[in-house]
């Protein structure tokens, strides 16, 4: 079993089943030419390929896009970042998926608005992947010089191979968690999902 191998093998094993998606190869590839600042690919397409992988679907198979993060707080305009949301979506016009580019430098902006909590502002593209409503989530990877992969993954790789979905309650509110892990185990029934943790009453 993948889960119980030692880390560095844990991370090949990762590395080979990310190389079956040939969608997510080339958007890495594409991504390590833009330049692009801390930029990692994330969420999604990883632990899903995976998902797919141990599940004996086709790699791609059930993912709605790809997320390319990237930090950049030299300029926190609208502006600056949908100029690189109009690059990438040059960069990969003729890719057969969905590529979805944020600078996560800009979260703290729009968070509330959209999801109805406080976000404070990110320090790193890392302090953002950190803050996934599921620790299943918290993935990142990116093409170094030399073709090198880096794997930015806090919570290990243990449950993204035994299909757990782990909730991580440290910004997302439960209904995000809830609406996206519904939505992950019509598409992946083979899914463990964990509950959200309950408020523990305070002591009287």
Known sequence: MISRLPV??????FREVLSR?????EVLDRAARLGLPGWYLTAGCLFQTVWNA???RAPAEGIKDYDLFYFDATDLSWEAEDGVIQSVQEAFTDVPAEVEVRNEARVHLWYEQKFGVPCRPYSSTEDAIDSFAATTCCL????????HWRVYAP?????VFNLVVRPNPVLAPRSVYQAKTSRWS???PELTVLPWPTPTAAAT
């Open 155 to 159: 919570h290990g790789l243990s449950d």
């Open 186 to 188: 019509l598409q992946w």
């Open 8 to 13: 560095a093998e844990q991370l090949n094993a």
């Open 21 to 25: 998606n040939d969608v997510l190869v």
């Open 140 to 147: 990142g990877v990116r093409l170094e010089p030399g073709g």
């Open 54 to 56: 141990v599940t004996g």
